[in-house]
C-alpha cells in the first residue's frame, strides 16, 4: 500500500516569508499527485496536480507554485506568503485501484 | 450547481441510533464513488468504497444510485468514536481530478 510522508507537520511563518513543503510517496510509481488546501472549517480546495514528472496543472491563480522534480516528490512553494495562504495542506496520491490517498497534512499559519 | 452536493449537518445523534448521509453528484459519466473519513484536524482516509451492487463494512452500508445520481452512506448502532466529518468523493468522467463534496458533520452524544 501507499504511504505519503510530509513535512514539516506544523509551521508558522511570518508574512512575506517564503515557503517550501515537500511530500514523498512509496509503494507506488508514476502516480497522479495533488495538493490541497483547506481553510478551518472549510472543505478542500485543489490547488495543483501532476501526472508525471515536470508536468504540473494549477487549479487556483495564486502566489503559490508547484513542482515535480522526481517521480515521487512534490514541492509546493512561495516567494512571499500572504495572510490568507494560512491553512492546512495535503498532499494526496491516486492509486492505481482508483483510491487518492493523503499526507498527514502541513498546518501553516501565517502572521 | 455544485458538481457534488452534500448536507453540511451537523448531523447531532445519540449513540446506538442510526444515521444516513447522502451525496448527489452532476456528472453523470462518473465511474467511481468513495467515502472518507476526516477527523478534526487530520487528513481525509478513505473509509469505503461505493459498488454499483452497494457494499458493507460492519456497521457500515454504501449504495450507489445511477438513474438519481447518488450515494449514500448508513452507520448503524453509532459510536462516540465516529463523530467526525465524512466527505463524499466522485472520480471519473475522463478527469483525473477526483471532486471532493464539502463533508457532513457528524456528533454522537452519550
Known amino acids: 500500500s501507499q504511504t505519503i510522508h510530509q513535512w514539516p507537520a506544523t509551521l508558522v511563518q511570518p508574512v512575506g516569508s517564503p515557503l517550501s513543503l515537500e511530500c514523498t510517496v512509496e509503494?507506488?510509481?508514476?502516480?497522479?499527485l495533488y495538493w490541497y488546501r483547506q481553510a478551518a472549517g472549510r472543505g478542500l480546495q485543489l490547488l495543483f496536480y501532476?501526472?508525471?514528472?515536470?508536468?504540473i496543472s494549477s487549479e487556483v491563480p495564486q502566489n503559490l507554485s508547484a513542482s515535480r522534480p522526481q517521480d515521487r516528490q512534490f514541492i509546493l512553494s512561495s516567494k512571499k506568503l500572504l495572510l490568507s495562504d494560512s491553512g492546512f495542506y495535503l498532499c494526496?496520491?491516486?492509486?492505481?485501484?482508483?483510491?487518492?490517498?493523503f499526507g498527514p497534512g502541513t498546518r501553516l499559519t501565517v502572521l | 450547481r455544485k458538481e457534488v452536493e452534500q448536507d453540511p449537518g451537523p448531523f447531532n445523534v445519540p449513540e446506538g441510533a442510526t444515521v444516513a448521509f447522502n451525496c448527489t453528484y452532476s456528472n453523470s459519466a462518473s465511474q467511481s464513488f468513495f467515502w472518507y473519513r476526516q477527523d478534526c484536524r487530520k487528513e481525509p482516509k478513505l473509509l469505503m468504497s461505493v459498488y454499483s451492487s452497494g457494499n458493507e463494512d460492519g456497521r457500515f452500508t454504501a449504495q450507489l444510485n445511477r438513474a438519481s445520481q447518488y450515494i449514500s452512506l448508513l452507520i448503524r448502532d453509532s459510536k462516540l468514536s465516529d463523530s467526525a466529518t465524512y466527505l463524499c468523493?466522485?472520480?471519473?468522467?475522463?478527469?483525473?481530478?477526483?471532486?471532493f463534496g464539502r463533508g457532513t458533520s457528524l456528533i454522537v452524544h452519550p
Open positions: 509503494g507506488t510509481s508514476n502516480p497522479n
Open positions: 494526496a496520491s491516486f492509486s492505481r485501484t482508483d483510491t487518492q490517498y
Open positions: 468523493v466522485v472520480n471519473g468522467g475522463g478527469s483525473y481530478i477526483p471532486t
Open positions: 501532476s501526472v508525471g514528472i515536470g508536468q
